[in-house]
């Protein structure tokens, strides 16, 4: 079983609509959960950090169940712009960094 | 432009030869780390500096993988007799005390044929 496993995707979906990608962890000891996104060809950039009581930036909306050990992240109005590629990170030991596979999106006009 | 760079960009090379990559973090960032990146996979850790210090090495680096980080500036990841299954990107990505954001460079793109 993978460290860190992602929805395999990809997502279709129209301008406007909401999407919402899972990330499930196995290591229990995990401590800071992220998600990034990558564009086609380019390096991995810090989307937002993601915390137990669940954080907002704009239209991007972050969740932890840490009981579960879920993420969540929650895309609302999609923009043609949101089409990448977005990784779900977990830390452990306070360095060691597992990135998961990867969910590729498409918005479409 | 995040601020690391990496050098070479491309690489192309033939199995068994030697091939060695550069990355210059941000000059305040005082742990970095090297990854592998292959189509369709996310990130795979591979070492990690705090200042000179290699901390962590992953069990995908072999024998023939090696990196260094003299003086806790730029980090060089060598590949002794390159194999085709060594074709990647490698990435270098670079953080500071305390943060929680890891910059990345553009990496170095490896082919081997």
């Known amino acids: 079983r993978k460290e860190v496993e992602q929805d395999p995707g990809p997502f279709n979906v129209p301008e406007g609509a909401t999407v919402a990608f899972n990330c499930t962890y196995s290591?229990?000891?995990?401590?800071?959960f992220f998600w990034y996104r990558q564009d086609c060809r380019k390096e991995p950039k810090l989307l937002m950090s993601?915390?137990?009581s669940g954080n907002e930036d704009g239209r991007f909306t972050a969740q932890l169940n840490r009981a579960s050990q879920y993420i969540s992240l929650l895309i609302r109005d999609s923009k043609l712009s949101d089409s990448a590629t977005y990784l779900c990170?977990?830390?452990?030991?306070?360095?060691?960094?597992?990135f998961g596979a990867g969910t590729r999106l498409f918005v479409k006009a | 432009d995040t601020g690391v760079s990496q050098d070479p960009r491309h690489k192309i090379t033939k199995r068994g030869q030697n091939v060695t990559f550069r990355c210059d973090p941000i000059?305040?960032?005082?742990?970095l780390y090297w990854y592998r990146q292959t189509l369709g996979q996310g990130p795979e850790f591979l070492t990690y500096?705090?200042?000179?210090?290699?901390?962590?090495k992953s069990r995908l680096l072999s024998d023939r993988f090696s990196a260094e980080r003299p003086k806790g500036s730029f980090s060089t990841l060598e590949i002794q007799r390159t194999e085709q299954g060594d074709s990647a990107m490698y990435l270098c990505?670079?953080?500071?005390?305390?943060?929680?954001?890891?910059?990345f460079g553009p990496g170095t793109r490896l082919t081997v044929t």
């Open positions: 990170v977990v830390r452990t030991g306070g360095f060691k960094t597992i």
């Open positions: 993601v915390y137990s």
């Open positions: 000059s305040e960032h005082n742990r």
């Open positions: 990505a670079s953080i500071r005390d305390g943060a929680f954001e890891q910059y």
């Open positions: 290591n229990s000891a995990s401590q800071s």
């Open positions: 500096f705090q200042n000179e210090a290699q901390l962590e």
